[in-house]
């Protein structure tokens, strides 16, 4: 197996920086060498894609099964797979729905167990304790049973306003609904603001890496 | 003017575009050395890998290209340096992203160069899968006969010494995933009832508050929120690696862009005021 | 061995040499006589088989999860769950040609027209043909790698990098404190990225990290506690909302109720 110190040449380097520089060109306006690099990079994705297909997908688990094991019935996979392609012809084009309509139902099968899962376990932890015990205090938490147990009323109203908001299977005209509703909706304002300020930070972050890649790998700056 | 509105929400955006390259470049070049809380949820993920016992194989998921590697290629790194740091078995698998397999690869190989581990004994990289889903549900059953071969030379993963013992997710101590997708769902709904595995999540900034009810409910054990988790990770583990550096430059560039919302919103303000006044 | 999987093996056996090249033959020809029967079809037999193989998909991961289970956690379909993901894995895989043929019809196209832009085109190409060939045969060489760290990664990575520059332009200009709830926003925006940073963590590091109420008001302990009481019901009422609706969409497609031009056309055509 090749040693760490092989994943990296500095003519890749230089060309990966070039390639940055260009690309970020955008941020003055749209031109010519941008969308020359554009081209480049979905070409390369594209083929790298299909290596990773053939090599960690279709090799190991299509053709090594059907022609160094023997498994004749991978044929039939890869005829029904076929099917897909016939998009490409006007006059067969609906039989690639059957293949479609496979992957579709394999998804939606799976659907009652990830559901049941996902959520039956949140609901259960939605009963949260209002009167808190000593040993009910999470280990570190710096709170006290008070503490928690208003944590546990808000965390439980907030969770019903915000239900509420989104329960639209009447109108909302009783007082009590619609000021529950509003409530929830100013509620999600706290969540969205979570969101946007973490966004915030993810997209800095990207920007980082690319700022040391070129002062790092590419200049040696640092 | 006043129908042009106050200068200060007219600034040319290649001014913003500049003020923002100039932090960012001097908080790498100059970072300032201040402490980091470091948050319950990183806390209970290094917790686990702490404590995971050393005859059980721990599972690094990865679910991230180059587009996200600002925030998950320093999560992955950290957190299979204390997997080596600790000498525990690990297998790597990808999904949903093919490059995920080749840069987890890169990652492990670079620290098992480090830390003397040896591939197919210590460590295994069980390659990419397209359907994460149809996958999990096979690796709750046999991991073997669903994923078959290793990605690196391709032979049957029961030739390795690393995967003695290990039939299903029942036989892992730790899944640690990190992604820049939503496929927490695919673990929680498919895997963590099966298996008393701890599973702990490193997504990227965007997605960390969302996983709040998962944190919440016990589904997930711990969370690298984004290049803050890594860096605290890096804190808990007394290393000064790129997240400790690269912390500094995305504070400076979260204060310019409140202070750009704020001088915005007062530019609204006296835009507002001017028309009253005319 | 229950009796499905005892069935299975002994109608499929794995076949070797010249039975292995005859199985397989006689697969194409299944398939190719397949395809000219389904052709022959009238319409609402193809909406009939679309539906029927779209139920029989979703039907056996909805019996494997409803049937009961024994002592080792498995039923009667558990033992082809595996088999069954990688049926799943290799369709996935094969859909990938959809988007490599497409990018050869548009991008061929535009190189055999000498269209504009028609050197972009070819580059593409080149480029997608140097990498897939590099990837599969010569994966472990320093020309494959530097490709794919070096530069693909590079690329994708400044691709996105860029956004960096349009939040923060786009948070400039639209992000107008107009309202209570903007105003509710920009405080846990704010609250959230200050107690999530080491700069804004500085400003309250004078208070006592636990042992007392003031430690309540370090931004840390408020961004955490914002994150795990304020936000998280929230999500989690968003996601009760969505698994409801997810299970309602799954449900509609296994049963081949959706309705809309998707689901409805084409089928009846040709």
Known sequence: MPTAATWSHPIGVWFGAIGTLALFSLIYRENRVYRLFEHIFIGLAAG??????????????????????????????????????????????????????????????????????????????????????????????????????????????????????????????????????????????????????????ARMALLIDRVWFLMHNWLHLQ | MSNLGHPLTRINRHWLYGALLAIVVIGLIVPISLPLAVSPEATRFYEAIESAPKDKLVLVSTLWSASTQGENRPQTQVVLKHLMKRHLRFALIAFGDAQATTLAQELAEEQAA??????????????????????????????????????????????????????????????????????????????????????????TSVMAPELYTYLDSGQIRGMLFGIKGAAEYEQMMNEKGFTTRAITPVSLALVLLFVLIGLGNYGMYATKKMEGNS | MNPIQSFLSRAFPALHGGALAGAVAGCVLACIVGVVVLQALPGKARKAIIAGV????????????????????????????????????????????????????????????????????????????????????????????????????????????????????????????????????????????????????????????????????????????????????????????????????????????????YFEAKADES
Not at chain 1, 85 to 101: D, E, L, N, P, Q
Not at chain 2, 135 to 146: C, D, P, Q, S
Not at chain 3, 75 to 84: C, E, S
């Open chain 3, 54 to 261: 779209t139920f029989l998909a979703g039907l056996f991961y909805a019996l494997e999860f409803f049937l009961p289970a024994n002592a080792q956690d498995e039923n009667i379909l558990t033992f082809a769950v595996p088999t069954v993901g990688n049926v799943t894995n290799v369709l996935g895989g094969m859909t990938l040609g959809l988007g490599v043929l497409s990018l050869i019809r548009i991008h061929g196209a535009n190189v055999v027209k000498v269209k504009s832009g028609w050197e972009n085109s070819m580059l593409l190409l080149v480029s997608m043909v140097v990498m897939a060939v590099a990837g599969i045969k010569y994966e472990h060489t320093l020309f494959y790698r530097s490709l794919f760290r070096d530069v693909l990664n590079s690329f994708d990575a400044a691709m996105f990098a860029v956004l960096a520059f349009f939040i923060v332009s786009a948070a400039y200009r639209a992000f107008r404190i107009k309202s209570a709830e903007a105003t509710l926003l920009m405080v846990a925006a704010l609250v959230v990225m200050l107690g999530q940073i080491p700069i804004g963590q500085y400003l309250t590091h004078w208070l006592p990290v636990k042992g007392s109420y003031l430690s309540l008001l370090r931004l840390d302990n408020i961004s955490n506690w914002l994150l795990t009481t304020v936000n998280a019901p929230a999500q989690r009422a968003i996601g009760f909302g969505l698994g409801i609706g997810g299970l309602a969409i799954a449900l509609r497609i296994w049963l081949s109720l959706e309705r809309g031009a």
């Open chain 1, 48 to 201: 790298y894609l299909i290596k990773t297909t053939w090599t960690e997908v279709l090799g190991p688990q299509w053709f090594t099964p059907l022609f160094h094991d023997g498994q004749w019935p991978w044929a039939l996979v890869a005829g029904f797979g076929l099917l897909f392609y016939t998009i490409f012809s006007r006059k067969h084009s609906w039989m690639s729905r059957i293949a479609i309509g496979a992957l579709m139902g394999f998804a939606a099968g799976q659907a009652f167990q990830t559901t049941a899962s996902d959520y039956i376990p949140q609901i259960r932890k939605s009963f949260k304790p209002l009167f808190v015990t000593p040993d009910q205090i999470p280990l570190g938490s710096g709170l006290t049973t008070l503490g928690i147990g208003l944590n546990n009323l808000l965390f439980v109203f907030i969770m019903v306003t915000v239900l509420t908001y989104f329960f639209f299977s009447f109108e909302q005209k009783n007082k009590v609904v619609a000021a529950s509703a509003r409530t929830g909706r100013l509620m999600l304002m706290f969540a969205f603001g979570a969101i946007f300020g973490s966004t915030v930070m």
């Open chain 2, 114 to 203: 480090i830390y003397k581990y040896e591939y197919g004994k210590d460590w295994i990289n069980l390659g990419y899968r397209q359907d994460i889903a149809g996958t999990l549900k096979g690796m709750v059953r046999n991991i073997n006969e669903t994923l078959k071969t290793d990605s690196v030379n391709r032979r049957p993963l029961a030739e390795y010494p690393v995967m003695a013992g290990v039939r299903n997710v029942k036989d892992l101590s730790v899944i640690a995933e990190f992604s820049a997708s939503g496929n927490y769902k695919s673990w929680v709904g498919l895997v963590v009832g099966s298996t008393d595995a701890a599973f702990c999540y490193a997504p």
